[in-house]
């Protein structure tokens, strides 16, 4: 099976950096998806890594480590707004099946002004 | 373009019943996904399509659990003799064709809740 581990809560105040971290155990990996879910809301595209390294999108960042299976999402400047839940997603293909991703349980993130 | 859509939002049923949730991909997207979110827990994969063609049914919690698509577009979930545990909210997902490992997000409808008393 796949394993997906990331923290349950978070804290933080307004206009400081937060790291929220990611660590998982698959076979067939294929990329690594960040997406943010409000409450009661769909869950909505944040960003994705396939190769080692960071990817850099305005407030968010993201880092891949294939080899220590390992990820974090970085939200800088933080906003009352970002406050939501972030989920971690593992893609894996293998056989016929494409694109089927694996969540964590996903990271409740909770901004004080 | 529109979004993916699902009917209904809210769905109260009674134990024992049968339900059909449904899904409206965005035009053009040829993978489709069924996920299930329960309280606390992540979001748990049921199924995926690509075009008509059910490759990955492992999801699938029981036999109660079907679901089909047709024309390459419109999915339906179909829950029979629903449980208290067939609670939650259910989600559908579809991107563009993730073949030869093409990276492409998944695009999430607002989900059906169920709730079987």
């Known amino acids: 099976g796949q394993n997906i581990d990331q923290p349950t809560e978070m804290t933080a105040t307004e206009g400081a950096i937060v790291q929220i971290n990611c660590t998982y155990q698959?076979?067939?990996?294929?990329?690594l998806f960040w997406y943010q879910q409000h409450a009661g809301e769909a869950p909505t595209f944040l960003s994705y890594?396939?190769?080692?390294g960071l990817e850099e999108k305005g407030r968010f960042s993201s880092f891949l480590s294939r080899s220590k299976g390992y990820s974090y999402l970085l939200l800088k400047e933080l906003q009352m707004k970002d406050s939501a839940s972030y989920l971690c997603a593992v893609r894996v293909d293998r056989g016929s099946t494409l694109g089927r991703l694996y969540f964590g349980r996903g990271t409740q993130l909770t901004v004080w002004p | 373009g529109a979004g993916v859509s699902q009917s209904p939002s809210n769905k109260v049923t009674e134990k024992g019943k049968d339900v059909e949730l449904r899904c409206d991909p965005i035009?053009?997207?040829?993978?489709l996904y069924w996920y299930r979110q329960s309280l606390g827990q992540g979001l748990e994969f049921l199924i995926y399509f690509q075009g008509n063609s059910a490759p990955d049914k492992s999801g699938l919690p029981s036999d109660r659990f079907s679901a089909e698509r047709t024309g390459g577009s419109v999915s339906t979930l179909t829950i029979q003799r629903t449980q208290q545990e067939d609670s939650a909210v259910y989600l559908c997902?579809?991107?563009?064709?993730?073949?030869?490992?093409?990276?492409?997000?998944?695009?999430f409808g607002p989900g059906t809740r169920l709730t079987v008393t």
């Open positions: 890594n396939v190769l080692d």
């Open positions: 997902a579809s991107s563009l064709d993730p073949i030869g490992g093409a990276q492409y997000e998944q695009y």
């Open positions: 698959t076979s067939g990996f294929n990329g």
């Open positions: 035009s053009g997207h040829t993978a």
